[in-house]
């Protein structure tokens, strides 16, 4: 790694990032900072450019796996002005930190539709840019208008078309972040854009755990013919991976696609060990290959998920 120069203000040496994921796995960032505005967020990215050091960015923490050894580089939070969400007529402009569930029951809540899937999308509103996060029949692409992309030299403008959607990727690139995202929305009677989330929630509480710490959804549902239409949890329960554990890393016995961390003793690498035997399992009974939901931060040795199962 190269000698970084002095450091900025608010940057701070071997930060815990554990805490910041859902799953709480993981070693330390080697630096890590807050951004709370747009001239600070591409300060901390101008720097990190200077100091060749890699940048990660953490958001709400969900389907992330921190490498066990910690994270090379700069790990970079957003708040403040880059978490708020505001409404203008028919749009919806929230920071790339803002929670996508919050932008959803935002948007009920001045009577704009459009925007309901994201309620039970656990992440940030940038983290679901960069990752083109769907739900419950819905695509964040079709309602997006445009977004602010910060990076060492500069905030851009980009429209949905320029960010190379496909499924569950964009084309957003290393030190390129997601400041703000401005969302198109149609008008609608608030209880009955209310009622839909009141809805939603109540199937995802049904269906997933709750007050647990837990990954997320492990596993992409499969669109394979073998599959028969049945969703990814149903397939590692029908292959017995309910309640598998692998060192303190478990399919939870509820939903079997979210892992969770076993009296917070769990490493990454029992995480990783856990979803390859998952994957390794279902393709054995059904000739599926599950591809795993999952971001990394650090240097992760994650070969065991991919490829063959």
């Known amino acids: 790694m190269s ?5 900025p203000p608010g940057v701070e040496r071997d930060y815990p990032l554990a805490r910041l994921t859902t799953i709480r796995t993981g070693g330390p960032a080697d630096y890590f900072a807050r951004a709370d505005t747009q001239d600070r967020l591409e300060a901390l990215l101008k720097w990190a450019h200077e100091a060749a050091l890699d940048v990660g960015v953490v958001g709400s923490g969900s389907n992330l796996l921190v490498a066990d050894a910690g994270v090379r580089g700069l790990v970079v939070k957003l708040d403040g002005e880059l978490a708020r969400i505001e409404h203008e007529n028919r749009h919806l402009v929230c920071g790339g930190g803002a929670r996508l569930p919050q932008a959803s029951a935002r948007a009920a809540s001045v009577g704009l539709s459009g925007l309901e899937f994201g309620v039970n999308i656990p992440g940030t509103v940038g983290g679901a840019v960069k990752m083109n996060a769907n739900a419950y029949g819905g695509e964040l692409g079709r309602v997006l208008e445009w977004v602010d992309v910060s990076t060492p030299a500069g905030t851009d403008k980009r429209r949905p078309e320029q960010l190379g959607f496909a499924y569950r990727r964009s084309n957003l690139g290393p030190r390129e972040v997601v400041a703000r995202a401005c969302f198109s929305l149609e008008r609608s009677d608030p209880k009955e854009v209310k009622a839909v989330l009141a809805d939603m929630r109540a199937r995802r509480r049904e269906a997933q755990p709750s007050g647990i710490k837990t990954f997320g959804s492990t596993f992409k549902n499969p669109d394979d ?6 969703s990814a949890g149903q397939l590692l329960e029908a292959a017995g991976c309910k309640g598998l554990q692998v060192g303190n890393a478990r399919f939870n016995p509820k939903h079997a696609n979210f892992i969770e961390n076993v009296g917070g003793r769990a490493s990454t690498d029992d995480v990783i060990a856990l979803i ?12 599926v290959e599950l591809e795993p939901e999952v971001q990394f931060l650090g240097d992760v040795d994650a070969s065991a998920l991919w490829g063959a199962p």
């Open 3 to 7: 000698a970084a120069p002095a450091l």
């Open 225 to 230: 013919p073998r599959a028969e239409g049945r």
């Open 276 to 287: 390859a035997e998952g994957r390794r399992r279902v393709h054995e009974r059904f000739g």
